[in-house]
């Protein structure tokens, strides 16, 4: 990408190379979250096509996705012969060639619990189950009191994983609590970024203006608290606006081509610095995007740009391209791409088509590194008070058999967080038997 100056070219924009012998990290790994606002209903984005299918369609009437329309994964997965959801034919083609996996029935837990426990008042349960901004917080690590720091922040400041660096957790939300560290704070993107701060330039480290800026926000005053942390965080956006802005300035765009949406531009935009960071010498990054408006309680299905059908065909082409991108650029084996929502849909329809809020739903994680083309845990009973069903007027709101935790673990042990940092980084996990949910080579 950057031909045989690439280490002058990075030192003349001020980006370090890490104090590498060669410009090329060899061991640099990645996570990029893609957040689905509102709660995608897992019910309808995986369905099974054996004798469970019967069990779906009478409960789920007039959102029930017919056998033939489903797109049907190759082979059995886990046990279970499985549909995709015809909209996610990208997901599908992936999972075919077993660099995307599904995790099954996955929620926050506070430790292992049971439909009867939760029905008979005695479960230890997260904090307000189905309120979108609590369980939002709650996915991406807020543990209900005053801290407000996600998982990936928590790991990312651990001494076991000695990265250093500003941009180690970069994000388009300002709401991104996942990569919020108990001290570190995570850079924000625009896809429309400037290369300048007010009149000052970010990618000319010499410019005076820039300079003044920067000397202004060493000041320390040792009596003021609240000058001392302004003068903190206005020198840690400044530098990381700079470090950011002088990585866009030496990207290419991605050789393969992305489609037309907003969700399309923000992964074009990561597609584009991901070589960057890894010639430059980072080690280790995670990064987020938010997209979509899934809280589907009216019209979830058909072909409105509101519906679940639509947004879902949006995420699936997107993924799908990224990957490709990815793949061109050499980096499948480096970064690998996982979902994240707030919670599912109940498998009753709620009023005019639509589907309320619930509990356990069905992630998926995609990249070279992904021990792709299968399923990982057990599907729930998709019967109206059934066995899995924890809802007092059997709407169908399934207790989660793997938790948030086990499977962001998985993810942070694959990119060398130690036990320790794990540990730090998901407090509840000893909680749980299983500590790595093993889709990760």
């Not at 740009?305 to 084996?333: I, W």
Request: charged share 20%; net charge negative; proline share 4%.
């Amino acid at each position: 990408m950057f031909g045989g100056t690439a280490a002058a070219t990075l030192t003349a924009l001020g980006l370090s190379t890490r104090g590498t012998t060669q410009t090329i990290s060899r061991d640099y790994r990645a996570l990029v979250c893609i957040y689905l606002n509102g709660g995608n209903d897992g019910n309808n984005t995986l369905v099974p096509l054996d004798k469970g299918y019967l069990d779906y369609a009478r409960s789920r009437g007039s959102l029930a996705l017919s056998n033939a329309e489903l797109i049907q994964l190759p082979s059995s997965s886990n046990g279970r012969l499985l549909g995709l959801h015809p909209s996610c034919r990208e997901l599908a083609r992936l999972y075919d060639e077993k660099k995307l996996a599904f995790v099954l029935n996955t929620g926050p837990l506070i430790r292992p619990v049971t439909k009867e426990q939760v029905l008979g008042g005695t479960a230890d349960l997260p904090p307000a189950l189905f309120s979108h901004t609590d369980q939002s917080d709650v996915v991406q690590g807020w543990q209900g009191g005053d801290d407000q720091s996600g998982w990936a922040g928590r790991a990312l400041e651990s001494s076991s994983l000695d990265v250093g660096d500003l941009l180690k957790g970069i994000s388009n939300s300002q709401r991104a609590l996942l990569l919020k560290g108990q001290a570190y704070s995570p850079a924000f993107f625009d896809i429309n970024g400037s290369s300048k701060w007010g009149q000052a330039s970010l990618v000319n480290s010499s410019d005076p203006i820039f300079r003044a800026l920067r000397d202004l926000a060493a000041i320390k005053p040792n009596d003021n608290p609240y000058l001392a942390e302004y003068s903190r965080s206005l020198s840690t956006s400044l530098e990381q606006s700079a470090e950011l802005a002088r990585a866009i300035a030496t990207s290419s765009d991605p050789q393969t081509p992305f489609g037309a949406t907003s969700l399309d531009d923000k992964l074009r935009f990561l597609a584009k610095l991901l070589p960057v960071f890894k010639q430059t010498g980072y080690q280790r990054q995670v990064f987020m995007v938010d997209w979509g408006a899934f809280d589907t309680h009216t019209g979830q299905r058909g072909g409105d740009n509101l519906t679940q059908d639509y947004q879902l065909a949006v995420v699936s082409k997107a993924m799908g391209s990224f990957q490709a991108a990815l793949d061109v650029a050499g980096l499948s084996e480096n970064v690998t791409t996982f979902m994240m929502t707030e919670f599912s849909r109940t498998l009753m329809p709620a009023t005019s088509n639509g589907s309320d809020h619930a509990w356990g739903n069905h992630f998926w994680v995609m990249g070279g590194r992904v021990r792709g083309g299968t399923v990982y845990g057990q599907f729930p009973d998709l019967v109206l008070g059934g066995k899995d069903d924890c809802d007092d007027e059997k709407e169908g709101r399934f207790v989660p058999t793997i938790a948030t935790d086990q499977y962001g673990a998985t993810l942070l042990n694959w990119l060398g967080v130690s036990s320790q940092g794990i540990a730090r980084a998901f407090p509840n996990l000893g909680n749980f038997p299983i500590k790595d949910l093993g889709f990760m080579a």
